[in-house]
């Protein structure tokens, strides 16, 4: 029998200490242990990007990164990035553009995307689409979203 990991996080800006198991996915612990459904799992692989978060403001697929492996980090999920009734930049462009359909792969994407805004150029087309490669969605063809990117990469401006 695993003896439980005591884990100290910062999600979304509120501090969350837990024992897990030390094999405990992060994506499981965000799901069930703090009920922020938003981190979707998809293919369990780290393969679509459904469940994308931020760890000290890089994107991680959360299925394949252990709670412990998190511990003492700042975690940000989708439900750090806006409300229903205040969307932020992200969902709003997204909105704008239509650049979701069901809305599975939307919250690793909107992840994917902080980040690149953060630490990628997007200068062009092609980068957007090279930044979002590891997303997967089977309801759209990617151009309204490319659509949504290209214009808070305008709107960013030149990284610093």
């Known amino acids: 029998m695993n003896a439980k990991v005591d884990v100290n996080l910062v999600v979304n800006g509120v501090s969350h200490s837990r024992s897990v198991e030390p094999r405990m996915l992060l994506s499981d612990f965000l799901r069930h242990e703090l009920g922020l459904t938003g981190t979707h799992v998809g ?10 978060v931020l760890l000290d ?8 990164t252990l709670a412990v492996q998190a511990d003492g ?3 940000e999920t989708i ?3 806006g409300s229903r009734e205040q969307l932020g930049r992200i969902q709003t462009a997204f909105r704008d ?11 690793g994407f909107v ?7 953060q630490h990628h150029p997007l200068e062009n087309d092609e980068q957007i689409r ?5 997303n997967i969605c089977r309801c ?4 309204h979203i490319v659509n949504a990117v290209r214009e808070l990469a305008k709107e960013r401006g030149p990284l610093p």
């Open 57 to 64: 403001g890089r994107s991680a697929r959360s299925c394949l």
């Open 79 to 81: 439900e750090g990035q």
């Open 73 to 75: 980090l700042q975690i």
């Open 97 to 107: 553009h239509h650049g979701l359909q069901c809305g599975f792969c939307t919250p």
């Open 43 to 52: 293919c369990e692989h780290g393969v679509c990007g459904a469940c994308t």
């Open 111 to 117: 992840m994917t995307i902080a980040d690149m805004l």
């Open 130 to 134: 090279e930044a979002l490669s590891g």
């Open 140 to 143: 759209t063809g990617y151009q």
